[in-house]
């Protein structure tokens, strides 16, 4: 498809309708695949992909890279996967931690997970998979939990590594406050925290406005303007921080010792490390 088009259309068509339209193409793509006999079954079909661009492995293989050399993950971390999804990490991450490391990932969508403990914790048992039922307008409309109460049901200080990708790009303030409480409070001290997001500074807000950026994240959420999101029913579908909120909310829950922020390409900028915003830094 024209890379315009699908711009266009991205914002155009209503979220119930793209969301049909790209399981429908990945069904196509799934009978196509069995039937050649190219499918991963290491893998899950793409019609259950639901964690954004259909670059599942790509995406999966580069942040790997990135937590082991931006991140500093090692191999006998015990990790924490907010918004675990299908496996997009958890799968590389699989042949990178040791017998020794413990992974826990949890998600809103009862499909991935279940995806994930069937073909994941089956073989590597040191795995764990959880679903919570949390309410999300773009992900899980029938969710009975609020983000903005939901206490993570790990112990104080467990992980040596958390992190959360493509997650608070789809929460609203009051969710990611209560996600960075609990994030202080399982995060070992010293230990790392690596979170993406559309990160507004001035370039970015710069770049949205002259048309150069892919999410064009500029209607207001509320009259404090912290955060801005793109699509006009669905908040959730595609959601940006003032970077200067992001970091300044760190540092009042102690996760802000060492920041760096890597800037991504989504808005437009020629020297990226990843498509999205990362911010990798230490509990003090």
């Given at each position: 498809?024209?890379?315009?088009?699908?711009?266009?259309?991205?914002?155009?068509?209503?979220?119930?309708?793209?969301?049909?339209?790209?399981?429908?193409?990945?069904?196509?793509?799934?009978?196509?695949?069995?039937?050649?006999?190219?499918?991963?079954?290491?893998?899950?079909?793409?019609?259950?992909?639901?964690?954004?661009?259909?670059?599942?492995?790509?995406?999966?293989?580069?942040?790997?890279?990135?937590?082991?050399?931006?991140?500093?993950?090692?191999?006998?971390?015990?990790?924490?996967?907010?918004?675990?999804?299908?496996?997009r990490i958890a799968i590389p991450l699989t042949k990178y931690l040791n017998s020794d490391a413990h992974y826990h990932g949890f998600d809103i969508d009862k499909r991935g997970v279940t995806?994930?403990?069937?073909?994941?914790?089956?073989?590597?048992?040191?795995?764990?998979?959880?679903?919570?039922?949390?309410?999300?307008?773009?992900?899980?409309?029938?969710?009975?939990?609020?983000?903005?109460?939901?206490?993570?049901?790990?112990?104080?200080?467990?992980?040596?590594?958390?992190?959360?990708?493509?997650?608070?790009?789809?929460?609203?303030?009051?969710?990611?406050?209560?996600?960075?409480?609990?994030?202080?409070?399982?995060?070992?001290?010293?230990?790392?925290?690596?979170?993406?997001?559309?990160?507004?500074?001035?370039?970015?807000?710069?770049?949205?406005?002259?048309?150069?950026?892919?999410?064009?994240?500029?209607?207001?959420?509320?009259?404090?303007?912290?955060?801005?999101?793109?699509?006009?029913?669905?908040?959730?579908?595609?959601?940006?921080?003032?970077?200067?909120?992001?970091?300044?909310?760190?540092?009042?829950?102690?996760?802000?010792?060492?920041?760096?922020?890597?800037?991504?390409?989504?808005?437009?900028?020629?020297?990226?490390?990843?498509?999205?915003?990362?911010?990798?830094?230490?509990?003090?």
């Amino acid at each position: 498809m024209n890379k315009t088009l699908k711009a266009k259309l991205k914002y155009l068509l209503p979220v119930p309708i793209k969301k049909l339209l790209k399981f429908v193409l990945y069904t196509c793509e799934d009978f196509v695949s069995t039937l050649k006999g190219t499918r991963d079954k290491d893998y899950p079909p793409k019609r259950l992909n639901f964690v954004g661009s259909s670059e599942f492995k790509k995406v999966g293989a580069e942040f790997l890279g990135h937590f082991s050399k931006a991140g500093g993950l090692e191999k006998d971390n015990t990790v924490l996967d907010i918004g675990c999804g299908i496996g997009r990490i958890a799968i590389p991450l699989t042949k990178y931690l040791n017998s020794d490391a413990h992974y826990h990932g949890f998600d809103i969508d009862k499909r991935g997970v279940t995806w994930c403990q069937k073909n994941i914790s089956n073989k590597h048992p040191n795995f764990h998979f959880d679903y919570v039922d949390i309410y999300n307008k773009y992900y899980n409309k029938k969710g009975k939990i609020k983000s903005e109460e939901f206490e993570f049901p790990y112990k104080d200080e467990t992980f040596d590594f958390i992190f959360a990708t493509s997650v608070f790009t789809h929460m609203l303030p009051k969710e990611v406050l209560q996600y960075f409480k609990e994030i202080n409070r399982v995060l070992k001290k010293g230990g790392t925290l690596f979170i993406t997001f559309f990160s507004l500074d001035k370039e970015a807000l710069e770049n949205i406005t002259a048309g150069r950026a892919n999410a064009q994240l500029t209607i207001p959420f509320d009259e404090n303007k912290t955060c801005f999101y793109s699509h006009k029913n669905v908040p959730e579908a595609e959601i940006g921080y003032l970077e200067d909120w992001i970091t300044d909310e760190l540092k009042k829950v102690d996760c802000a010792h060492n920041l760096k922020v890597h800037h991504g390409n989504w808005d437009g900028r020629k020297e990226a490390l990843s498509y999205q915003d990362i911010f990798i830094s230490m509990k003090a």
